[in-house]
């Protein structure tokens, strides 16, 4: 198997990483998965630098994870990733995470876009450095594609309007804030009891600050779906399912 394109990153877990019970915060997970696949496109020639010399940047529009274990305050993990295939205006890519002795704590797959800066449509762009999304497509994380989260039937509902720390520098709310929503649905000693073993998010339309957010949940015993109303844009911001 082809090497090359794998990138293999450490990460030790912060106190500003975990929730109250010291377990690692799902949207900090999502984090530091997010943070190896942004290096590991620099690191072979497509990232955001590169990327923008074309007048296109990154967009995760979906990602699922399944977690095996909640992973604890100061832990030490390793998060192994790398670009898999090409599919239409899709680019793949998978992560596995390790614990200091090896142990698989989590993986995850996941579906990105090349959007236009000014369109802010998808670009089927690709350039001599994407062939490495190629060399890897038979190797897989999870044996099936990123999840594509139905609507919701709303049982309950929240809202929620972007603050300045919810922008991230595309000035729009930073991937990981909306996992933080849907975890907030839920009571202190529901968390206390639980711990998502999956968790999946899809992408669909960008949210600016200040934009209020319907964030509608539909419960069915451990499996909860979520979507994200934008009120201003009129439009759906992202759907998301957490399995417990």
């Not at 082809?2 to 030790?12: E, H």
């Amino acid at each position: 198997m082809d090497q090359s394109t794998i990138l293999k990153t450490k990460y030790a877990v912060t106190s500003a990483d975990t929730d109250m019970f010291s377990r690692l915060k799902p949207g900090a997970l999502v984090n530091f998965l997010i943070q190896s696949a942004v290096s590991s496109a620099e690191s072979l020639g497509f990232g955001f630098g590169d990327l923008k010399e074309n007048h296109l940047f990154w967009v995760l529009n979906r990602l699922t994870v399944e977690i095996y274990r909640p992973v604890k305050w100061d832990e030490v993990i390793e998060v192994t990733t790398w670009p898999k295939d090409i599919e239409r205006i899709f680019y793949l890519r998978d992560f596995i995470v390790k614990d200091a002795e090896g142990e698989i704590v989590a993986k995850a797959n996941s579906a990105w876009l090349a959007i236009d800066l000014k369109t802010k449509t998808p670009s089927s762009y690709v350039n001599e450095n994407m062939l490495a999304f190629t060399k890897l497509k038979d190797f897989h994380a999870l044996d099936y594609p990123p999840i594509r989260v139905k609507s919701v039937k709303a049982d309950s509902s929240m809202d929620v309007i972007p603050t300045f720390f919810d922008i991230d520098l595309n000035k729009h709310v930073t991937s990981t804030r909306y996992i933080d929503w849907m975890t907030d649905a839920f009571s202190v000693d529901f968390h206390k009891d639980h711990y998502p073993k999956q968790l999946s998010i899809n992408y669909q339309k960008e949210t600016m600050i200040g934009e209020r957010i319907e964030v509608k949940h539909q419960a069915d015993e451990d499996n909860h779906c979520f979507e994200g109303f934008n009120h201003p844009q009129e439009k759906i911001a992202f759907r998301g399912k957490v399995v417990f």
